[in-house]
C-alpha cells in the first residue's frame, strides 16, 4: 500500500515537456493577441491623423472663404498680393446714421448694429451728396476720435456719438445724411507661418501684432505649392490688385504618422472665391 502511494505522489503535477508545450502555446497565442491590439491602435492611429488632417484643411478653406467673399479688389480692399499671405481691408462693424451734426468738429450718432465702434476705428461713411444723382456718392474714409456711448436715436434705439476729427475738409454741407452706413475696417494679413518645434500654421496678423494661429498645422510652403492664387476676369493668374476678380488658394496637411505602405497621411483641398467687385 505504501508503494502505491509514493507512486502516485511522483505521478502529479506535470513533466518538464508539458511545461514546455504549453508555454510555447500560450507564447503563440499572446503574441497573436499582441499584433492583434499593435495593429488596432495602428489603425486607430492612422484613421485620428486623416481626421485631424481633413478637418483642418476644411476650417481653413471655410476660414479664408468667408473672409475673402466680402473683399472688393477694385474698391481697393486687396491690399498685398503673396504667394503664401494676403493682406486685405476687413470690415467689423456697421451702423446707420441718424443725426449728422457738422461743427468745428464733425459728429456722427450712428444707430447700435452689432458691436459698438471703439476708439480710433478706421472708418468709412457713406456720402450721398446731390440727392437726385448717383454719381456723384462715394464713401468718406477718416477716423474715429472718441465714442459716446450714451445716445438715443429717433424711436429709443442705442446709438453712438462718433466724432470724426479728421474728416471736417471732406464732410462738405449734408454730404452725409441720416440713414447713411457707417462702417468701420482693419487691415488685416492671412497666411502661412512657422511657430517654432509645432509646424506652419494658418494665422492672421493684425497691423502692429504678432500672428495669430488659427487652424493646423499644414505642410511647410515650397517652390512647387503655394497658398494663394490670384485671377483676373479671364481666369489668367495676375499680379495687379485691382485687376483680381477670383482668389484661388489650396491648403495641404502631411501628418507624422504613417499609412498603409509607410505613405504619411496627408489631406489637400483648392477651391477658389469670386470676389465682391
Not at 105 to 130: C, L
Given at each position: 500500500m505504501r508503494s502505491r502511494a509514493v507512486d502516485s505522489l511522483r505521478r502529479a503535477g506535470f513533466t518538464l515537456v508539458e511545461i514546455l508545450v504549453v508555454a510555447t502555446v500560450a507564447g503563440v497565442i499572446l503574441t497573436g493577441v499582441?499584433?492583434?491590439l499593435i495593429s488596432t491602435q495602428e489603425v486607430y492611429t492612422a484613421q485620428a491623423a486623416r481626421m485631424e488632417s481633413q478637418q483642418a484643411v476644411r476650417s481653413g478653406l471655410g476660414l479664408l472663404y468667408g473672409e475673402l467673399r466680402e473683399v472688393s479688389a477694385t474698391g481697393g480692399?486687396?491690399?498685398?498680393?503673396?504667394?503664401?499671405?494676403?493682406?486685405?481691408?476687413?470690415?467689423?462693424?456697421?451702423?446707420?446714421?441718424?443725426a449728422v451734426n457738422y461743427g468745428?468738429?464733425?459728429t456722427v450718432t450712428a444707430m447700435q448694429v452689432g458691436r459698438w465702434f471703439r476708439d480710433g476705428d478706421s472708418i468709412f461713411v457713406f456720402a450721398e451728396n446731390a440727392p437726385t444723382r448717383s454719381n456723384d456718392d462715394r464713401w468718406i474714409q477718416g477716423q474715429i476720435g472718441v465714442v459716446d456711448t450714451t445716445a438715443i436715436c429717433p424711436g429709443g434705439a442705442r446709438g453712438q456719438?462718433?466724432?470724426?476729427?479728421?474728416?471736417g475738409a471732406v464732410m462738405a454741407a449734408d454730404s452725409v445724411r441720416p440713414s447713411a452706413l457707417v462702417r468701420a475696417f482693419e487691415h488685416v494679413t492671412y497666411g502661412l507661418f512657422e511657430r517654432t518645434g509645432q509646424g506652419w500654421f494658418l494665422g492672421q496678423r493684425r497691423a502692429g501684432a504678432d500672428w495669430e494661429p488659427l487652424v493646423?498645422?499644414?505642410?511647410?510652403?515650397d517652390g512647387s505649392s503655394r497658398l494663394f492664387r490670384?485671377?483676373?476676369?479671364?481666369?489668367?493668374?495676375?499680379?495687379l490688385a485691382a485687376d483680381v476678380r477670383q482668389v484661388e488658394f489650396s491648403l495641404r496637411t502631411r501628418s507624422a504618422v504613417r499609412?498603409?505602405?509607410?505613405?504619411?497621411?496627408?489631406?489637400?483641398?483648392?477651391?477658389?472665391?469670386?470676389?465682391r467687385n
Amino acid at each position: 500500500m505504501r508503494s502505491r502511494a509514493v507512486d502516485s505522489l511522483r505521478r502529479a503535477g506535470f513533466t518538464l515537456v508539458e511545461i514546455l508545450v504549453v508555454a510555447t502555446v500560450a507564447g503563440v497565442i499572446l503574441t497573436g493577441v499582441m499584433r492583434i491590439l499593435i495593429s488596432t491602435q495602428e489603425v486607430y492611429t492612422a484613421q485620428a491623423a486623416r481626421m485631424e488632417s481633413q478637418q483642418a484643411v476644411r476650417s481653413g478653406l471655410g476660414l479664408l472663404y468667408g473672409e475673402l467673399r466680402e473683399v472688393s479688389a477694385t474698391g481697393g480692399d486687396l491690399l498685398v498680393l503673396g504667394d503664401n499671405e494676403t493682406t486685405i481691408r476687413v470690415m467689423r462693424t456697421v451702423g446707420v446714421a441718424c443725426a449728422v451734426n457738422y461743427g468745428a468738429v464733425n459728429t456722427v450718432t450712428a444707430m447700435q448694429v452689432g458691436r459698438w465702434f471703439r476708439d480710433g476705428d478706421s472708418i468709412f461713411v457713406f456720402a450721398e451728396n446731390a440727392p437726385t444723382r448717383s454719381n456723384d456718392d462715394r464713401w468718406i474714409q477718416g477716423q474715429i476720435g472718441v465714442v459716446d456711448t450714451t445716445a438715443i436715436c429717433p424711436g429709443g434705439a442705442r446709438g453712438q456719438i462718433l466724432t470724426l476729427p479728421d474728416m471736417g475738409a471732406v464732410m462738405a454741407a449734408d454730404s452725409v445724411r441720416p440713414s447713411a452706413l457707417v462702417r468701420a475696417f482693419e487691415h488685416v494679413t492671412y497666411g502661412l507661418f512657422e511657430r517654432t518645434g509645432q509646424g506652419w500654421f494658418l494665422g492672421q496678423r493684425r497691423a502692429g501684432a504678432d500672428w495669430e494661429p488659427l487652424v493646423g498645422p499644414f505642410q511647410a510652403p515650397d517652390g512647387s505649392s503655394r497658398l494663394f492664387r490670384y485671377l483676373d476676369a479671364g481666369g489668367t493668374a495676375t499680379a495687379l490688385a485691382a485687376d483680381v476678380r477670383q482668389v484661388e488658394f489650396s491648403l495641404r496637411t502631411r501628418s507624422a504618422v504613417r499609412g498603409p505602405g509607410g505613405v504619411p497621411i496627408g489631406d489637400s483641398l483648392a477651391t477658389r472665391v469670386q470676389l465682391r467687385n
